[in-house]
């Protein structure tokens, strides 16, 4: 009689939904990695640059520039200074500007600037500096640009971690109904232990367990099933990574797959691997509070 008559969550189709809701979450997190990774590389890369233009066309601009130099080199705060090549100058242009022909002597219809590159640390008055010598030249800071691409970058950030959250609220609103259904399919069963003797914790700790040992089984579906959608996407990004690295093998083998994983950043796997069990915590929890006041609601 007992087995009839014990009460249990009965639902098939809870581990699907926590499958699909931790590729869901899965994919979030890889996007949150990303962003945060590309963030970060804005903000590294434009808050110690600026480029500087000089036109060759001023009196005395060779000289100038070569003093402009020495007195940068010089310069305390700034780390770097490079003077880009005319051909350097030319291919940067050359989308905008058209090919020019050098090999057979045609010079470039237009006087292009000398370029110079600057590091310099935060603080220094770099147009002070430049102005002084070479009042014609245009400086291009890239530090004002620092703060618009660390507030975009953090925007970005908040909608990423809101769109986990919003999936986190999803699946725990999913577990509830399902665990609730199930319970209410099985009061008959439920008014029956309890009335000789079965405590609410005993009942709720029973369905919550079944919640967890279901949820921790959709997590694992769901993160298999995510795993070669994201070895795909690491496959492509690769190239992305470092520019000098060696392209990925062909993905004709397990292990050549598996490779791609050293592409992902370790905080995101980890992230991966304790999607199952939070899934599992998160069923847990909800099959509890579910269970315990729909328990106390009973007449």
């Given amino acids: 009689m007992s087995g009839p008559i014990s009460p ?30 590309l963030a970060e590389s804005w903000n590294t890369a434009a808050q110690s640059s600026a480029t500087i233009e000089i036109p060759t066309d001023a009196d005395h ?37 058209g090919e020019t022909d050098d090999k057979a002597g045609k010079p470039p219809a237009l006087s292009l600037p000398a370029v110079l590159v600057v590091r310099h640390e935060h603080g ?55 665990v609730r259904r199930s319970v209410s399919a099985q009061r008959r069963a439920v008014e029956i232990i309890h009335a000789i003797g079965a405590t609410d914790r005993q009942i709720s700790g029973k369905i919550a367990r079944r919640a967890a040992g279901l949820s921790l089984l959709g997590g694992i579906m769901g993160l298999g099933a995510l795993a070669p ?26 292990a050549a797959w598996s490779a791609t994983l050293s592409v992902l950043p370790h905080s995101l796997l980890e992230m991966l691997a304790s999607l199952p069990f939070l899934a599992a915590l998160l069923g847990w929890l909800t099959a509890q509070s579910v269970v315990l006041v729909w328990l106390r609601r009973l007449p």
């Fill in 8 to 37: 249990g969550l009965r639902s098939g189709s809870l581990p699907v939904l926590v499958a699909l809701m931790t590729m869901l979450a899965g994919l979030a997190l890889a996007g949150l990695t990303g962003i945060q990774a």
């Fill in 229 to 254: 959608i994201l070895m795909f996407l690491a496959r492509l990004l690769a190239p992305f990574q470092d520019q000098n690295a060696q392209p990925p093998p062909p993905a004709d083998t397990l």
């Fill in 61 to 97: 601009a060779q000289s100038r520039t070569d003093h402009l130099l020495k007195t940068l080199h010089e310069t305390p705060g700034v780390t770097d200074t490079k003077l880009l090549t005319p051909e350097k100058v030319r291919s940067l242009l050359a989308p905008w500007l």
């Fill in 124 to 178: 220094i008055d770099l147009e002070a500096v430049v102005h002084a010598l070479f009042p014609e030249a245009i400086i291009e800071e890239d530090m004002r640009w620092s703060i618009r691409l660390q507030r975009l970058g953090s925007s970005l950030v908040g909608c990423a971690w809101l769109a986990v959250s919003l999936i986190a609220a999803v699946a725990v609103l999913s577990v509830g109904i399902t």
